[in-house]
């Protein structure tokens, strides 16, 4: 099937879609013809920016969602199916952000960083995926994971990393699953995108205990890659059916390669290290 007409009359759920990335992600879905899903906890905010995208003549529907709420998940699965009968592709994208040292965190920040940024996810797939699998047809599964899942030295972000790298594992180990299904699967690495997740811990719940400090204050991210070229990386990514989509400013993408590579040579390193030490001869 040409790309162009994959994604014409079907359905996408997008969650994190009051703003930023997700509601940039459900935007350029919408204008290249699918019928979109908006979910996110702040429901004001999700309900305002699907009535914009019905002004533009998108097919859309804004649903109050706590994705780590495994319920209020559930209820979101069944609202799509009931508005649009089905459900071609769904994008876990909701996500949150704390910086900070690891002596400095408490148990509820990494509890709530967790929640939303793995368990989320983890509740998305378990109510969409069972249906999707007994579709037929062009069907895919999109992670939002960060670039931050791939550094070698997470100083200050490290809770945050490790979700992220949680939702790489899943990811990678998702796309073999579900390849036998037909159904596609992508990771979206973004990079430094003008969002607000600075200040993601305006929706936090009292139930994680005390906001943390925000040493980078609560502003849109400066000098970033913007919300709707992240979109268009990610959805022709999808449409290509690419493992992975790195989405991060350009005169940042040299550095972020070099952070890489000194990754690999940790790895390098460490292996290099071990073959040259010869295991103890047996019994």
Known sequence: ????????????????????IGAALAAELGVRGMSVVLADIDEIGVRRT???????????LGYGVDVADPGSVAELAAASYEEFGSVEL???NAGVLLFGPVADATIGDWRWLSSVNVEGMLNCLHAFLPRMSRASGWRHV?????????????????????TKHAV????????????????????LCPGQA?????????????????????????????????P??????????????????FALPE????????????????????????????????D
């Open 1 to 20: 099937m040409p790309e162009s007409d994959r994604l014409s009359g079907r359905t996408a759920v997008v969650t994190g879609a009051a703003g930023g």
């Open 50 to 60: 699907a009535a914009e995208l019905q002004d533009r003549g998108v097919r859309a």
């Open 90 to 92: 769904l994008c876990n």
């Open 142 to 162: 999109m992670n939002t994971a960060s670039t931050h899942a791939f550094l070698p030295d997470t100083a200050t972000s490290a809770l945050y990393s490790a």
């Open 168 to 187: 790489v594992g899943v990811t990678l180990g998702l796309r073999s699953e579900l390849a036998d299904d037909g159904i596609g699967v992508t990771l």
């Open 194 to 226: 003008a969002t607000r997740i600075l200040d993601a811990q305006r929706n936090r719940p009292d139930g994680f205990g005390r906001r943390a400090r925000e040493p980078f204050g609560t502003g849109v991210i400066p000098l970033a890659i913007e």
């Open 228 to 245: 709707h070229d992240v979109a268009r990386a990610a959805v022709d990514g999808i449409l290509r059916n690419e493992p992975l989509v």
């Open 251 to 282: 005169f940042t993408r040299d550095t972020f390669r070099n952070q890489v590579e000194e990754m690999w040579r940790l790895a390098d390193d460490a292996l290099g290290a071990r073959a040259e030490t010869p295991y103890p001869a047996g």
